[in-house]
């Protein structure tokens, strides 16, 4: 059986070393897009050095650890990389993540979900520091075709539909090099490069890293809700929904609540198209 989910999840966590630094935090926040206007004070914060705080969602490439690549070598799992959807993504912050850092990357198989015709991994990684733990991340993996061996379901990952209309709405344009640039942050799948690659997996070209729409859509829930502070985030996830073209544009639908903001993204262009659906960020 290629998932063999009780060996996968009592398998043994893995621990590596990593290590990030300023430039690595600004090569991020230009990769979603940050520094326009580039003299904008609410941007210097996401750019200048001497300013810099670091988006939350920064633990998804922090040391260039690709958590989920990692994940799908784990004891018991042998899987068809072809058959691979990253399904969700959610990150719980323990305390603010430091402009650089040195930190201890633990990873595991948490859970495997039987969802008849898919399995669902739940790939988390726990990384911690001398002062402590920083964030706690998991990636929710959908496999085709590795249902179906009579497991547990695993918990719904949808959400009620916010109610009413949206407190704000917002546009933000992802520019034509965009994944180019947000592929140098250590996801160096040819899929969002390659118009050759990108049309061997069935697309006209090249689409945007999921985790680079992840990382805007948080932006622009800080910015425009949590009054820039990245240090009010508690927690971020998201189920993503559809794909992203570079030089779309994406539209966030943001709902405020008690102590959360829900949001939906869309594609403009492709008549608001679903792109990311689940999403909440949980502040403070």
Not at 64 to 86: C, K, Q, Y
Not at 152 to 174: H, I, M, Q, T, W
Request: net charge negative; proline share 7%; aromatic share 6%.
């Amino acid at each position: 059986m290629p998932i063999d989910a009780e060996k996968a999840v009592a398998a043994e966590p893995r621990s590596t070393e990593i290590a990030w630094d300023h430039k690595d935090v600004q090569l991020y926040h230009l990769g979603l897009g940050a520094g326009l206007p580039a003299t904008d004070p609410d941007e210097l914060r996401y750019t200048l050095e001497s300013r810099l705080h670091v988006l939350p969602s920064f633990a998804t490439v922090a040391g260039a650890g690709m958590g989920v690549v990692g994940g799908l070598s784990a004891p018991g799992i042998e899987v068809d990389l072809a058959a691979v959807l990253h399904g969700g993504q959610s990150i719980t912050l323990h305390r603010p993540i430091p402009v650089g850092g040195k930190a201890v990357n633990t990873s595991k198989v948490a859970a495997v979900y039987d969802k008849g015709k898919a399995a669902i991994l739940v790939l988390r990684s726990e990384v911690a520091d001398d002062e402590g733990p920083l964030w706690t991340s998991d990636a929710q993996i959908f496999v085709r075709g590795e249902g179906g061996f009579g497991g547990d379901r695993g918990p719904s990952a949808r959400l009620p539909a916010p109610e009413g209309d949206p407190d704000l709405v917002v546009e933000r344009p992802v520019r034509e090099d965009q994944a180019l640039l947000y592929r140098l942050s250590g996801d160096w799948n040819p899929l969002h490069a390659d118009p050759e690659f990108a049309a061997l997996a069935g697309f006209d070209r090249p689409i945007l890293h999921g985790l680079c729409t992840y990382g805007m859509t948080l932006k622009a829930i800080v910015d425009t809700q949590l009054g820039g502070d990245v240090s009010r985030v508690g927690g971020y996830g998201t189920r993503f929904a559809g794909v992203v073209f570079p030089g779309e544009t994406l539209r966030v639908r943001m709902w405020r609540g008690e102590g959360r903001v829900q949001a939906t993204v869309t594609a403009v262009e492709r008549d608001d198209a679903p792109v990311l659906a689940d999403t909440v960020v949980a502040h403070v």
